[in-house]
Every structure is written in structure tokens, then in C-alpha cells.
């Protein structure tokens, strides 16, 4: 019989899927190709406001990055047809990149939508040359038996602080880890009071799409004249329970693997970028200019970036 614990994380689990599965129905309404499916065809998306959800906008997330996902996975595709397990895949962009660079890619993710979106993407796939393979599955990959030196990389984008317990997983990956293999995260810093500010302040001063500077400025009217409280930032079930983690997984990292690559980055600037309207030449200027000056005071160590990559490998 599981004890209440385990059937607590199931129950946040499936929540878990829930939330996955109505995101990738959004997303993916009238033709649009999400980026967490495939960033090398998606378009752009642009919610409604009562979605709560990010405007999607490739050339934008492409100015965020700042070639770190390329540095990634072009480390986690290390060896020439190795294997790469992709944990909490999602909708597949991160296994299609790694296939494209002919990796054997064995994909988990708890959300049947997502991995249905996955499969799709992948049929649809017509980068072919060196394509490697990807098998997806639906499932929770804390459960899976990773074997021994079965892996030549194990990947978690945005994965890792959504495991019941990290900590158990990254123990069992440096046994599934062939000698030398690649172990990498991407992970959401919880954002500090000052970074919280400067996105607040931008948001304000940017032209924002559902926002009109009337609307805005009543927003801040009633802020200061009643109780009224800033929407919370919007989390899974299981990142919500578990979003304190990210430090014990940076702690585990340094202590366990030879930290290959390490990347702080996008204190304030994402939301603020992401949802800015106007047009886009205006845009992506704009863009690129506030994303030099986020990238140069997280250099000089007077903001902590939100975005976190590690690139480790097996002592």
C-alpha cells in the first residue's frame, strides 16, 4: 500500500498532466506550431487575456537565448549516435533538436496531449539528414529503471524541479551515466524583490499587448489605494510544490558531476519583452538593446538571472 506521501505526489501528479495537456490544446488551436514542439517551424502566439498564459514570439525567445540552447545541446550531443534520455520532454522540441543531431533519444513525459503533440511534430519532421530517433513515452520517469551506463547524456529542460525528488533522480542518473556522459539541466530561479521590480517597472513603461497605458495605470491606482494584490506568477502543480529545489539541484551538481557549462541569465527582461506589443521591427530592437543591458548587470553581479543552465559531466 502506498503511504499518504505517495499518494499525495501521485494526486499533484496528475494535475501535473492536466495542466501539460490543456496548455498544448491552447497552443496549438487554429495551426499554430508551439515552440515546445518544434523551434525551428514555430509561429507565433498570441493568448487571450483570460489564458494567462505567455505570448510566444520565436524571434523573441531567440534574443532571450542568446545561443545557450544551441551551447546546450550541442554539449548533451556529445558523442556521435549516443543515447540521451529527455526527461519531463513535454511536446518534444528539446528530443527533435537532439535526434537532428543524431541522437537515439528515449523521451518521458507525464502528459498524454504533450506526447501526442510530440509524435505529431515528429512525423511531420523534415530535417532528415543525420536524423537519429526518438522513442516517446508516457509516464513518470522517477519510476523508470534507468539501468547502468545505459546513457551517454541525460537531459531535464525545465525538468528537473518538477521531480518528487530530485535529489533520488540525479543519484540514479550518475548510475544510468556511461563514464563520461553529460548530465544537463534548465532551471527557473525563484525571481528576488529587486529583479521583481525592474520586471514590474518595464512592464509599466513598455507598451504591453492586453494592457493599454489607461489600464495600467489604474492597475497601479488601485494597488496603492486598496488591498488588492500583482496576479501570481503562474507555476504546475508539481513546480509550485517543488520550485524552492532548484538550489538543492545546483548544490548536487557542483558536488556530484564537473560543471562543464554554467549560465545565469534574463533577470527582469522575459515577461516584459515577451509580451511587449507594438510592431516588429520596433519590437525586436528593443528587445535586443534591454537584453544587453539585463546580460551586462548579471555580469557585474548586481541582478540575479532567472534562466539557470548546468552542463555537467560523470566524475
Excluded at 525567445?61 to 513535454?90: E, Q
Excluded at 504533450?114 to 519510476?143: R, W
Excluded at 548544490?251 to 519583452?273: C, D, E, M, S
Aim: with cysteine; glycine share 6%; aromatic share 10%.
Amino acid at each position: 500500500m502506498p503511504n499518504d506521501n505517495t499518494s499525495d505526489i501521485k494526486e499533484v501528479q496528475k494535475e501535473e498532466a492536466k495542466f501539460f495537456n490543456s496548455i498544448a490544446e491552447i497552443r496549438t488551436k487554429d495551426g499554430h506550431v508551439p515552440m515546445e514542439a518544434d523551434i525551428r517551424s514555430a509561429t507565433k502566439f498570441i493568448p487571450k487575456k483570460d489564458e494567462r498564459l505567455p505570448l510566444i514570439d520565436p524571434v523573441i525567445t531567440r534574443i532571450l537565448d542568446g545561443g545557450n540552447i544551441d551551447k546546450y545541446l550541442d554539449l548533451v550531443a556529445h558523442k556521435p549516435g549516443g543515447r540521451v534520455l529527455d526527461i519531463c520532454c513535454g511536446s518534444g522540441w528539446l528530443s527533435l533538436e537532439l535526434a537532428r543531431r543524431g541522437q537515439i533519444v528515449d523521451a518521458y513525459d507525464l502528459s498524454p496531449e504533450a506526447i501526442s503533440l510530440a509524435k505529431k511534430t515528429l512525423a511531420k519532421n523534415s530535417h532528415k539528414k543525420g536524423f537519429g530517433a526518438i522513442n516517446y513515452n508516457i509516464g513518470d520517469v522517477s519510476e523508470v529503471d534507468l539501468g547502468i551506463k545505459k546513457y551517454d547524456a541525460i537531459s531535464g529542460w525545465a525538468a528537473f524541479h518538477h521531480l518528487p525528488d530530485p535529489s533520488d533522480f540525479i543519484s540514479r542518473a550518475n548510475v544510468a551515466l556511461k563514464e563520461g556522459g553529460i548530465i544537463a539541466t534548465y532551471d527557473d530561479l525563484e525571481m528576488g524583490k529587486f529583479e521583481k521590480f525592474l520586471e514590474l517597472s518595464l512592464r509599466f513603461v513598455l507598451p504591453q499587448i492586453h494592457y493599454s497605458y489607461l489600464d495600467k495605470i489604474s492597475i497601479l491606482f488601485k494597488l496603492l489605494t486598496t488591498k488588492r494584490k500583482l496576479p501570481e506568477e503562474i507555476f504546475s502543480p508539481m513546480e509550485e510544490a517543488k520550485h524552492h529545489s532548484v538550489e538543492d539541484i545546483t548544490r548536487i551538481f557542483k558536488q556530484k558531476f564537473k560543471v562543464l557549462y554554467f549560465n545565469q541569465k534574463n533577470a527582469f527582461v522575459g515577461t516584459p519583452i515577451m509580451t511587449m506589443s507594438g510592431s516588429d521591427k520596433f519590437r525586436y530592437s528593443l528587445a535586443r538593446g534591454l537584453v544587453f543591458i539585463d546580460r551586462l548587470l548579471c555580469k557585474i553581479r548586481i541582478v540575479k538571472g532567472f534562466d539557470q543552465i548546468i552542463v555537467a559531466k560523470k566524475k
